[in-house]
C-alpha cells in the first residue's frame, strides 16, 4: 500500500470514528469494505468514488440505502435469513456489492453464482429431477433393512400435488412469480417476478420489496403499496379491490452427497425440507445411515436427523426448511444389527453408541407373545481387536432376558451381531385328555394328584351303554414313543384305592370305549366315483345314506354334475353264496331320502360317472395364426370368437374375416369322416362392444378350427447381387413374382465390364442353369427367370483368357479371341497329345459340355478347355476267353436239354 492510499484510509477512519450514532457493527462493517477496497490494489480515485456515490457515514444512511430500494431494516434481516447470511453480511453483500465468504472475507463479485442460479434460470420440469420409485432388497436371510422402505413410495413423483396449498407462513423471495389483480373503480393486472433485489417491479407504480414477507401478510403489505396510487384501496366501503397470489414458487438448488441413491444437485420448492430432499434424491441406500443425517449451511452443521424418531414416534423435530446451497450429507451406516425371531417386526437395525438390547427392540415393535424370554441367542463375529491365535473369529453369547430386564442392563451390541429369539414350544405343561363314551370329552388341565376317576368326573361322568371292562390309558414314554395301557374301568369305579386308578401325568390321553364299538368288527364300503373310497366299521342302523354323504361330496356342484345319479350299486354279501347280490338304485332318491337302506355287514357301495355313457371333459382345438395353438376346454355355448381370446388373440398376420372349422361327421359307408364350414368373425363381439355374436354357430366337442395367415404375409423374401452391378447387395422382393431383370433395373443397371457368359444364380445352395446372355444381350424375355427368397445372383467381370488344360501339348492359359472356335485354341497350343481324347468345354457359367468328333463350337470368354486321356484298357489271360466260352456253351446246352425233356412229358 502506497502512502497517499495509507493517508486517506487513516482520515476516513478518524472521521468514521466521530459518528456516535453509528452502531458499532456498522461501524466495522464500513472499515472492512474500506480496507477491501484499499487492499485490492484499486487506485486512490477509484475508492473515492465509490465512497463518495454511496455516502454512507451512519445508521441513518444505511437506511436511506435500504428506503431507495424499498427496504425496512426488518425487510433486509428477513432478507438475510433467507439466504442464511448474518444481518452485517447481507449489508456488504446488498450495499457494497460485495460476496461474504464462509470465513467472513469479502471477495469481489465477478458473476451470480451457484446461490443464485435457483432463482434466476427457468426450471422447466422439476419432476425429471425427482428419482425414481425404488425397492429395498431383502438380505439373502430375508431380513429388510429397517426404516429405508419408506422411500419406496416417492410422493415427489408428483411435484404439482406438492404446491397445489401454499403454506401461509411461506416467505416471498427471490424467483417468486406473483399475480398481481385490482379491479373496482380502478382495474389492473400485472404478473411478475421477484427480482434478485427482493423487488416486485409493477409498471406505471414502481417497485415495492416483497422478499421475506409471508405469504399471509403479502396482501396487506401490497395493499398498503399501492394505497399510494389507488386510494379506493383504503377507503370504507372499499371502492377497489385487491387479490395477490402465487403463480409460480421459486426453485432453491441443494446439494445431496453420501449414501444417496442419486447424490449432487437437486431443484427443491421452496416448502421442502430436509426429508423432502431425500425423496427427491432417491431416498438412502441400505449402506448409508438413518440416524445421523447431517445439514450444512455456509460450511456450518446446523441440524443433525435422526429418522428413527419419525419412523418409531411419527415426530422430526430437527427436519428444519431448505434453502439455497444447503448441503445435506448422508453417512455410511453406524453399524447392521440383525433382529429376527419372536418380534414383531424383525430386521437390520442400526444403533447410537448409547443404545443396546432393550433399544432394538422397541424399534422392533416388541416381542410376541410366543416369544422364549429366558435364552437369547446372540451371533457375535469377534471384533478384528479382539481376535487371537484361534481358528474361528464367531462366537455364541446365550442371555437370559428375563434377568436382564430385572436389572436394567441394556446390553451393548456391536456391528455385526445377529440376534434371535426362539418361539415357545407348542407343548402344553399341563394338558391331559379323555375322548369316547363320556358326557364331555376334550382338553383339561392336570391338577396335582388327578387320577383316572378324577378326569372321568370332570368329563361329566360316563354315557349309557360303557363298556366297562376296559379303558385304555395313552403315555409317551421316556423315549417319546407312545404307548397305551388297558386297564379295568369297574375296578376303578369301585374303588378309589384301586391300583388301575392311577395318578395322571401331563400329556395323558384316555379312551373311553362303548359296548356297541366293541361288539363286531363288521365293516362296511364304499368305492367308484368318490373323493377317497372308505372302508368304516359297520354298525347298527347305518344307512346308505350316511354312507354316501360321509363319501361323496354331493354338496360339490362340479361333483354333483358329473356323477351318475341314475345308477349305483348295493353290492350285499349272502351268506352261502360266492357272488355278491347287485342291488340297483336311484342316488337322487338317495340324496332326497326317497329310498334308504339300512347297511349289512359286508355291503359294498359303488357310485359310477357320467363318463360311462358320455364324455365329460370335451375339447376342442385350435391351430394357424393364433398366439398360443392347442386343445381347450369346451364350454357351453361357446363360440369361435370365445375360443380366438382363450388363445390369446389374432398375430400380425391374421386373416380376421372368416375362420375354417372342421367338424366330426361319419357315415355308414366308412369313406365321410368330417365337415368343414367357413365361419365369418364377429370383432365387436371380440372387443366386447356387442354382448353377443352375430352368428349362431357353436363349438361341439373335438371341433378342429383353423386361423388362416393373410394370402401372401410370409417372410419378407431378399436376394443378393454380386460383382458387375452398379449397385450389388441385398434387395428385397416386391412381390413373389418379381423377375430377375427387374432387380437388376434397381440395382441400376451393369458396369462395362460385366461378363454375361460367366454369370451365376444359386438358389438352395445350387447352381442354376441360365443363359443371361440371351436375356440381357439378346432381350429374350423367355429366360428372364422368377427369383426366390436368398437366390444369389453373380455377375463375374470378363477375364478375355481361355485355359487350355489336360493332355495338350503346351498347357496354357490364351487371350480370348470373339468368335474363336475350340480347334483354334487346341491348335494352339500344340493339339492333343497322343494320350488325348475327349474334349471338354467348361463355360464360365460354371457348366462343361462335351465336345463331338466333329464339332468345334465357339468358345466364351473366361472358358476351360479340357482334354481327358483315353481310359486304359484290362488286358484279359490267355485262353481265358476259351474257358469262359466253354462255360456258356455248357449252360445253353443244359437248358436246351431240359426244354426237351419238359416238352415231351408234356405231350
Not at 9 to 20: D, M
Not at 208 to 226: A, D, I, K
Not at 754 to 766: E, K
Request: hydrophobic share 35%; charged share 25%.
Amino acid at each position: 500500500m502506497d502512502d497517499t492510499r495509507v493517508q486517506l484510509f487513516t482520515k476516513l477512519c478518524l472521521a468514521l470514528s466521530k459518528i456516535r450514532t453509528m452502531p458499532k457493527v456498522t461501524f466495522s462493517l464500513l472499515l472492512i469494505c474500506m480496507s477491501h477496497f484499499i487492499l485490492s490494489a484499486q487506485s486512490e480515485q477509484q475508492l473515492k468514488n465509490e465512497l463518495d456515490k454511496r455516502g454512507i457515514t451512519s445508521l441513518e444512511q444505511v437506511q436511506v440505502e435500504l428506503r431507495k430500494r424499498g427496504m425496512t431494516e426488518e425487510d433486509a434481516r428477513r432478507q438475510a435469513k433467507l439466504y442464511g447470511l448474518s444481518y452485517d453480511d447481507y449489508i456488504a453483500k446488498y450495499l457494497i456489492g460485495q460476496k461474504v465468504s464462509t470465513t467472513g472475507t469479502l471477495q469481489e463479485i465477478q458473476s451470480i453464482g451457484i446461490d443464485t442460479i435457483g432463482y434466476t434460470a427457468e426450471i422447466d420440469d422439476i419432476n425429471a429431477q425427482v428419482a425414481p420409485t425404488i425397492s429395498v432388497e431383502p438380505t439373502p436371510e430375508n431380513l429388510p433393512y429397517y426404516g429405508y422402505e419408506i422411500f419406496s413410495n416417492n410422493p415427489f413423483t408428483d411435484q404439482q400435488s406438492l404446491v397445489s396449498n401454499i403454506d401461509p407462513g411461506y416467505h416471498i423471495g427471490p424467483g417468486d412469480e406473483l399475480r398481481v389483480y385490482l379491479w373496482g373503480e380502478a382495474e389492473f393486472q400485472f404478473e411478475g417476478k421477484v427480482d434478485l433485489n427482493g423487488n416486485l417491479f409493477i409498471p406505471n407504480v414502481g417497485q415495492v420489496f416483497v422478499s421475506g414477507t409471508s405469504y399471509e401478510n403479502l396482501n396487506n403489505r401490497l395493499r398498503q403499496y399501492l394505497s399510494k396510487f389507488y386510494a379506493g384501496l383504503i377507503t370504507s366501503p372499499a371502492q377497489v379491490f385487491l387479490d395477490v397470489s402465487l403463480t409460480k414458487l421459486r426453485a432453491t438448488r441443494i446439494l445431496v452427497m453420501g449414501e444417496s441413491n442419486r447424490p449432487g444437485s437437486h431443484f427443491i420448492n421452496a416448502f421442502a425440507t430436509t426429508l423432502n430432499s431425500l425423496y427427491i434424491s432417491g431416498g438412502v441406500k441400505t449402506t448409508g445411515s438413518l440416524r445421523e443425517i447431517k445439514v450444512f449451511r455456509n460450511s456450518k452443521l446446523i441440524s443433525t436427523i435422526d429418522l428413527y424418531d419419525y419412523l418409531i414416534k411419527g415426530t422430526l423435530s430437527e427436519d428444519i426448511r431448505l434453502v439455497n446451497n444447503d448441503v445435506v450429507f448422508l453417512p455410511t451406516r453406524l453399524n447392521s444389527i440383525s433382529l429376527s425371531g419372536e418380534v414383531n417386526k424383525p430386521g437390520i437395525f442400526e444403533l447410537k453408541d448409547n443404545e443396546g438390547l432393550f433399544n432394538i427392540i422397541q424399534f422392533a415393535g416388541g416381542l410376541k407373545p410366543t416369544a422364549y424370554t429366558k435364552s437369547i441367542t446372540i451371533k457375535r463375529i469377534k471384533t478384528i481387536s479382539n481376535r487371537g491365535t484361534e481358528v474361528f473369529d464367531r462366537e455364541i453369547l446365550t442371555l437370559d432376558y428375563n434377568e436382564l430386564l430385572s436389572k436394567g442392563e441394556n446390553v451393548k451390541l456391536q456391528d455385526g451381531d445377529e440376534i434371535i429369539f426362539s418361539r415357545v414350544l407348542d407343548k402344553f405343561s399341563n394338558l391331559i385328555t379323555v375322548s369316547g363314551s363320556v358326557f364331555r370329552p376334550g382338553d383339561y388341565e392336570l391338577e396335582p394328584a388327578s387320577r383316572i376317576r378324577d378326569l372321568i368326573n370332570r368329563a361329566g361322568g360316563l354315557r349309557p351303554n360303557t363298556y366297562l371292562n376296559k379303558i385304555d390309558l395313552f403315555r409317551k414314554d421316556n423315549n417319546g414313543d407312545l404307548k397305551f395301557r388297558s386297564l379295568s374301568l369297574s375296578s376303578i369305579l369301585d374303588s378309589e384305592s384301586s391300583v388301575d386308578n392311577i395318578i395322571l401325568q401331563s400329556d395323558d390321553s384316555l379312551k373311553v370305549y362303548n359296548e356297541d364299538e366293541l361288539k363286531s368288527l363288521e365293516t362296511v364300503s364304499i368305492e367308484g366315483f368318490v373323493s377317497e373310497p372308505k372302508t368304516i366299521l359297520w354298525r347298527e342302523n347305518l344307512t346308505l345314506y350316511d354312507l354316501v354323504f360321509m363319501a361323496a361330496n354331493v354338496e360339490d356342484l362340479e361333483y354333483s354334475n358329473r356323477v351318475l345319479t341314475s345308477r349305483a350299486d348295493l353290492l350285499r354279501y349272502v351268506v352261502g353264496q360266492t357272488d355278491y347280490q347287485i342291488i340297483p338304485f336311484n342316488l337322487d332318491n338317495v340324496l332326497d331320502k326317497r329310498f334308504n337302506a339300512v347297511l349289512r355287514p359286508k355291503d359294498r357301495v359303488i357310485l359310477y360317472s357320467k363318463d360311462i355313457t358320455e364324455t365329460l371333459d370335451k375339447t376342442i382345438s385350435i391351430n394357424g395364426a393364433v398366439k398360443n395353438e392347442g386343445r381347450y376346454l369346451l364350454t357351453d355355448s361357446m363360440t369361435v370368437e370365445d375360443l380366438i381370446i382363450q388363445a390369446g388373440g389374432f398375430v400380425r398376420t391374421s386373416f380376421r374375416d372368416s375362420v375354417s372349422i372342421s367338424r366330426e361327421k361319419f357315415d355308414f359307408t366308412g369313406n365321410r369322416i368330417s365337415e368343414v364350414t367357413r365361419v365369418p368373425l364377429d370383432q365387436n363381439y371380440m372387443l366386447g362392444t356387442s354382448l353377443t355374436a352375430s352368428s349362431d354357430f357353436l363349438l361341439q366337442h373335438n371341433d378342429q378350427i383353423t386361423v388362416n395367415f393373410i394370402p401372401g404375409s410370409g417372410d419378407i423374401r431378399k436376394v443378393s447381387l454380386e460383382g458387375e452391378v452398379k449397385f450389388p447387395g441385398g434387395y428385397v422382393l416386391e412381390s413373389k413374382g418379381e423377375k430377375l431383370s427387374k432387380i437388376v433395373e434397381r440395382a441400376g443397371g451393369f458396369s462395362p465390364n460385366v461378363n454375361f457368359a460367366g454369370a451365376q444364380l444359386y438358389r438352395n445352395g445350387r447352381l442354376l442353369a441360365l443363359d443371361f446372355k440371351k436375356l440381357f444381350v439378346d432381350k429374350n424375355p423367355n429366360f428372364d427367370i422368377i427369383l426366390s427368397n436368398n437366390d444369389r445372383i453373380v455377375f463375374p467381370e470378363a477375364s478375355y483368357t481361355i485355359t487350355i488344360e489336360g493332355q495338350v501339348s503346351n498347357p496354357s492359359l490364351q487371350k480370348y479371341n470373339e468368335g474363336e472356335k475350340v480347334r483354334s485354341y487346341l491348335k494352339n497350343a500344340g493339339g492333343k497329345t497322343r494320350d488325348g481324347r475327349r474334349i471338354y468345354v467348361t463355360d464360365p457359367n460354371g457348366f462343361t459340355r462335351k465336345v463331338g468328333f466333329l464339332a468345334n463350337p465357339k468358345v466364351k470368354d473366361g472358358s476351360v478347355i479340357t482334354v481327358i486321356p483315353k481310359r486304359e484298357r484290362i488286358k484279359t489271360e490267355s485262353g481265358k476267353f476259351l474257358e469262359s466260352f466253354g462255360t456258356i456253351a455248357a449252360i445253353v446246352s443244359s437248358t436246351l436239354t431240359s426244354i426237351l425233356l419238359i416238352d415231351r412229358l408234356g405231350n
